[in-house]
């Protein structure tokens, strides 16, 4: 989700975990960091279901049948995620966004310093969602920053990136909205919705990333990477930078972990596309593990609708049988909303709903 205008969001200063991991040999996690009210992981991975896999040629290619579409409407009616194999962004371009990413996160402290989030701002190294000094804490830290459209990137961020990273993401930011917008687009002809109102909620919409570092945990029983959550956004891709897994999803009241496919982008919807198909599409809790042995990174590349635009259900999916389940906002009121709180399940969409409209 995207709060690259100001005073759209900000979260409170907390320590930087990779740091305090360098510093000493942790055999305890400190206090801040016990969640003793996470649900503790499944045992058994092998009988647990996968998530669906979307071949985005085969769409594109408009297969005779449409079978890729209704496993395309499937998966996002049923379960809010999927993998993207196929996706047609270059297998060199990837490698070098994981590589970089990698490096960005061995950058000296001082170097993160010049790059730490502003008071009152989201974007930058640091933390999200912290809202008061007695909040538990994520096991995990981040650099999270607007991309598209240009005009909102922060001056003394995107600029100050090592050159190279620069490069791929001005690269791998573009990639990344051209498929989004065939992912939307696709949706919009299984929904049966008019392709305008996708194009014209999103075309000009904003683009931001999150780039996640998940160290090495000493009681990753107790922690959380990150906490359960859907994501506010409209869609998320996400890429697994190194080879440790931890992202879970929760289906039917089981948190399944997903194994990423060589190669594929993970993709989920997030309430803005709930809200816009009025329901029919809806996003999933999902939340990420750590571990003792190894740090895992990722990067989420979130696409929201233009900061100045309004949010509801489409008018072609409302019907009388089939009434508005969410009332209209402005984008900025729904973004500013998100950030005032903590990451709590699925709690901030349920605002939203029209029942809550009492009185």
């Not at 900000?10 to 996690?29: F, W």
């Not at 993207?84 to 990698?102: F, P, R």
């Not at 730490?116 to 008061?132: C, K, M």
């Amino acid at each position: 989700m995207d709060p690259s205008i100001t005073g759209l969001g900000g979260s409170l200063q907390v320590p930087n975990v990779q740091e305090l991991v360098a510093k000493e040999p942790l055999t305890s996690l400190p206090p801040r960091y016990v969640r003793s009210d996470q649900d503790p992981p499944l045992p058994y991975r092998e009988s647990l279901p996968q998530v669906p896999v979307i071949n985005l040629h085969s769409l594109l290619c408009g297969d005779e049948t449409n079978s890729e579409l209704e496993k395309l409407h499937h998966a996002c009616k049923n379960w809010g995620f999927f993998q993207l194999i196929h996706h047609g962004v270059s297998s060199s371009l990837v490698e070098k966004v994981k590589l970089e990413i990698q490096e960005f996160f061995k950058l000296p402290m001082e170097e993160k310093k010049k790059l730490w989030q502003e008071p009152g701002d989201l974007e930058g190294f640091g933390q999200a969602f912290v809202v008061s000094e007695e909040q538990k804490l994520d096991w995990a830290d981040l650099f999270f920053m607007a991309t598209l459209p240009i005009h909102l990137r922060k001056p003394h961020l995107f600029p100050n990136l090592p050159l190279s990273l620069r490069d791929t993401i001005e690269a791998y930011s573009l990639e990344l909205k051209n498929v989004a917008m065939k992912i939307l687009s696709l949706m919009a002809k299984a929904l049966k919705m008019k392709d305008e109102d996708m194009r014209n909620l999103f075309e000009d919409g904003m683009q931001s990333m999150r780039m996640n570092y998940y160290p090495p945990c000493p009681q990753p029983e107790l922690a959380i990477g990150l906490s359960p959550h859907s994501d506010g956004a409209a869609l998320t891709i996400l890429l697994q930078v190194n080879e440790m897994e931890g992202l879970q999803i929760k289906k039917d009241g089981m948190w399944i972990p997903v194994i990423p496919l060589p190669g594929a982008f993970i993709v989920n919807i997030g309430d803005i596309l709930e809200i816009v198909t009025n329901g029919i599409y809806q996003s999933i809790e999902h939340r990420a593990t750590v571990n003792s042995e190894k740090e895992r990174l990722s990067i989420a590349t979130f696409l929201s609708p233009k900061i100045d635009g309004e949010l509801g259900p489409v008018p072609s999916l409302i019907t009388p049988e089939n009434p508005a389940l969410f009332r209209r906002v402005t984008v900025a009121d729904f973004i500013r909303g998100l950030f005032s709180r903590e990451l709590h399940g699925k709690s901030y969409i349920d605002v939203m709903r029209t029942q809550n409209e009492v009185g």
